[in-house]
């Protein structure tokens, strides 16, 4: 069952209004270091890429990208500061699909993403791993089931926070195994993970970019990976469908700023997101850390991307009757 990365098309209306206040801006931005608020905590993979992406970024805007981690809430608490930030640019939201479309579908009290920021740039294509600690006695995911039918209820998975991708991949993979496991919500998948390398939690469905170091450093156990097909930089690990298990999560990272964010603003950040893009050190990054190039999408196409997967999951989160806590 394939997890946020569905590709049609839905028209969209609208456009973004022009502030009178922000007039000036538009010709200077970037005016000053821009932010890049981050809704987890340092260590997992959205605050990774941000990071990588900042190195690229900097020297093509000509100004600092300073990281704000704002973790909590699966993402929201940063999707919330940005979204009430000055729609001048400065202030970057680098989200994770879920943070988008699904959150406002499960969190309660949720704002309406759709209307409160404005997609700029997708900047990755990803999937997820499924690993265990070191003390956890499973090489696979079938053996993990088998540990959980022998002792239902015992088995804990950690995620980013009620909501996350990785949570719906844990819930997913549970009713498609037919096994029961104790969710953990955590502030970001660095905490998540390093509860699992402890021992603390059973299993986490990792992002890449934090797991792969650990599994190449004898720190975690590699059972299974989301994707339709093996990533690679873990060659060896098979899919969960390889292992007869029937759950596709895949999912991508992108950038928004507040909804009314002027278009020539949106329209800079955008272009030069997709010139740092080019950089090989970016190409590069996203190869160590086992993610992807995404497709080579407008602004305006990723918007109705965004939109379309924001309406696909209000139903189809529904009709999956996961409960989240």
Not at 61 to 68: E, S, Y
Not at 80 to 104: C, E, L, M, W
Request: with cysteine.
């Amino acid at each position: 069952m394939t997890m946020i990365n569905r590709r049609h098309a839905l028209a969209l209306g609208g456009s973004s209004l022009l502030m009178p206040s922000l007039v000036r801006a538009q010709a200077t931005w970037p005016n000053g270091p821009v932010t890049f608020v981050v809704g987890y905590a340092a260590g997992g993979s959205t605050d990774i890429n941000a990071r990588e992406l900042a190195q690229v970024m900097t020297p093509v805007i000509g100004q600092q990208i300073i990281i704000d981690n704002k973790g909590g809430a699966a993402g929201s608490i940063g999707l919330r500061a940005t979204a009430a930030a000055k729609p001048d640019g400065q202030n970057i939201f680098v989200a994770v699909g879920t943070n988008v479309i699904i959150n406002p579908w499960v969190q309660k009290g949720m704002i309406d993403t759709i209307s409160a920021l404005a997609p700029i740039s997708q900047i990755t294509d990803y999937q997820y791993v499924l690993v265990v600690g070191n003390k956890v006695p499973a090489k696979n995911a079938q053996e993990l089931v088998a540990l959980a039918k022998k002792e239902p209820d015992k088995l804990t998975y950690s995620s980013s926070g009620v909501g996350g991708n990785n949570h719906l991949a844990g819930a997913l993979f549970a009713e498609a195994a037919g096994i029961k496991m104790v969710h953990v919500p955590y502030k970001g998948t660095g905490p998540a993970v390093a509860d699992v390398i402890s021992g603390q939690i059973t299993c986490n469905f990792s992002s890449l970019p934090p797991a792969v170091s650990q599994i190449k450093g004898g720190n975690l156990k590699a059972l299974a990976v989301t994707g339709n097909k093996r990533v690679k930089s873990l060659p060896d690990v098979p899919t969960l469908k390889e292992q007869g298990i029937d759950v596709v999560v895949t999912s991508w990272q992108g950038l928004f700023g507040p909804a009314k964010t002027p278009d020539a603003i949106l329209d800079k950040i955008d272009a030069a997101t997709k010139k740092a893009m080019t950089d090989p050190k970016w190409e590069a990054a996203l190869a160590r850390d086992g993610l992807e190039m995404p497709p080579v999408r407008t602004r305006a196409e990723f918007t109705k991307f965004v939109h379309d997967e924001h309406a696909f999951w209000g139903k189809k989160l529904k009709q999956l009757n996961i409960q989240m806590e």
